[in-house]
């Protein structure tokens, strides 16, 4: 896998020997030189972080941040800057940078950068996967027994909680297995409704769930 790095600075072309030493460790960089040409490719391409100058004429680095934020939220930014005064720090770590770099550059500063963000992103998804691989036979064994329905809520915010989880991960591997799990579990539960909703209307004494009829009398009359 090539990973792909954006980087935006006005300066772009005295950095081409910085850009030619990513691409030597095997990563592909889109240099542009403008905030403006940055939000353009972070819209229309995919990006595994950017480099995004501070101080750059038209719109700064601090003002592009929150937009690429707005379209991207998981996209990491490196912010890179010349200046340490605090205020500048402090702003672009409150919208969440992932790292910043102070010029001068240099070229082992800037690959550690990247593999610290890359390889903390790989290693997420990989205990995210394993996770939900762990928990995906206890979840099949407990929605294929007798189950009641507080039983039936918890698998489906289990479900819900590793669908966000797996949302997240960049190649979204187990996202195919997640739905036939989901497809699955929404079979077993509407055998459980037929099963069980003539009980739940007839019969007082049956363990069931708050029914639609009773839900103004219980909740809001009593």
Same mark, same amino acid.
């Given at each position: 896998?090539?990973?792909?790095?954006?980087?935006?600075?006005?300066?772009?072309?005295?950095?081409?020997?910085?850009?030619?030493?990513?691409?030597?460790?095997?990563?592909?960089?889109?240099?542009?030189?403008?905030?403006?040409?940055?939000?353009?490719?972070?819209?229309?391409?995919?990006?595994?972080?950017?480099?995004?100058?501070?101080?750059?004429?038209?719109?700064?680095?601090?003002?592009?941040?929150?937009?690429?934020?707005?379209?991207?939220?998981?996209?990491?930014?490196?912010?890179?800057? %010349? @200046? !340490?005064?605090?205020?500048?720090?402090?702003?672009? *770590?409150?919208?969440?940078?992932? $790292?910043? +770099?102070?010029? &001068?550059?240099?070229?082992?500063?800037?690959?550690?950068?990247?593999?610290?963000?890359?390889?903390?992103?790989?290693?997420?998804?990989?205990?995210?996967?394993?996770?939900?691989?762990?928990?995906?036979?206890?979840?099949?064994?407990?929605?294929?027994?007798?189950?009641?329905?507080?039983?039936?809520?918890?698998?489906?915010?289990?479900?819900?909680?590793?669908?966000?989880?797996?949302?997240?991960?960049?190649?979204?591997?187990?996202?195919?297995?997640?739905?036939?799990? %989901? @497809? !699955?579990?929404?079979?077993?539960?509407?055998?459980? *409704?037929?099963?069980?909703?003539? $009980?739940? +209307?007839?019969? &007082?004494?049956?363990?069931?769930?708050?029914?639609?009829?009773?839900?103004?009398?219980?909740?809001?009359?009593?």
């Amino acid at each position: 896998m090539q990973y792909q790095i954006l980087w935006a600075d006005d300066e772009i072309d005295l950095l081409k020997p910085y850009i030619m030493f990513l691409q030597s460790k095997g990563y592909d960089v889109t240099p542009v030189n403008s905030g403006a040409d940055a939000l353009e490719e972070v819209e229309k391409g995919k990006f595994d972080v950017v480099f995004l100058d501070e101080n750059m004429p038209g719109m700064t680095g601090l003002e592009v941040l929150p937009q690429i934020k707005q379209m991207k939220p998981n996209l990491p930014v490196i912010m890179i800057t %010349k @200046s !340490e005064e605090e205020h500048i720090m402090e702003e672009a *770590i409150g919208s969440k940078i992932a $790292d910043y +770099l102070i010029k &001068p550059l240099n070229p082992n500063q800037i690959l550690l950068s990247v593999k610290k963000i890359l390889d903390k992103k790989r290693l997420e998804e990989e205990k995210t996967n394993i996770s939900y691989q762990q928990e995906f036979r206890q979840l099949a064994m407990q929605y294929q027994d007798r189950i009641n329905h507080e039983e039936w809520a918890e698998i489906y915010k289990k479900l819900l909680f590793w669908e966000l989880e797996i949302d997240r991960t960049e190649n979204k591997s187990m996202a195919e297995v997640l739905n036939m799990q %989901k @497809s !699955e579990a929404n079979s077993n539960f509407s055998r459980f *409704i037929e099963e069980n909703y003539e $009980d739940w +209307l007839n019969d &007082p004494r049956a363990d069931k769930p708050l029914m639609s009829h009773q839900l103004m009398r219980k909740r809001y009359f009593h």
